[in-house]
């Protein structure tokens, strides 16, 4: 099994930044992708970032150029660095693992989230 601890989320004015955390624990396989997902109410949750336990990113098209993920695998942690936050960025906010296909045993859980973190920008 394995959990996830968010921190980081928080109020902010738009044109801020914030830098969300998010620590992996217990049973961490090394082949692995890290991300965050968003909710906005009504809407549906959506991807923002992902980043490969080699360094391969993706973005939504939505940040791209303002967020960056990063990880340090040392610490089974991944990061969202925020910047230039619009009010539109405003939703929960989950870390997301998920072992690489390839390593996927039949019947055993492959993908976990955290328990989500409010991110408000207000204009």
């Known amino acids: 099994q394995v959990q996830l601890v968010e921190s980081g989320g928080g109020l902010v004015q738009a044109g801020g930044s914030l830098r969300l955390s998010c620590a992996a624990s217990?049973?961490?396989?090394?082949?692995?992708?890290m991300g965050w997902y968003r909710q906005a109410p009504g809407k549906q949750r959506e991807l923002v970032a992902i980043?490969?336990?080699?360094?391969?990113?993706n973005y939504a098209d939505s940040v791209k150029g303002r967020f960056t993920i990063s990880r340090d695998n040392a610490k089974n942690t991944v990061y969202l660095q925020m910047n230039s936050l619009r009010p539109e960025d405003t939703a929960v906010y989950y870390c997301h693992y998920e072992e690489s296909a390839e390593i996927r045993v039949p019947r055993r859980p492959y993908d976990y989230w955290g328990q989500g973190t409010q991110v408000t920008v207000s204009s």
């Open positions: 217990g049973s961490i396989f090394s082949i692995n992708v």
């Open positions: 980043v490969t336990s080699d360094g391969r990113t």
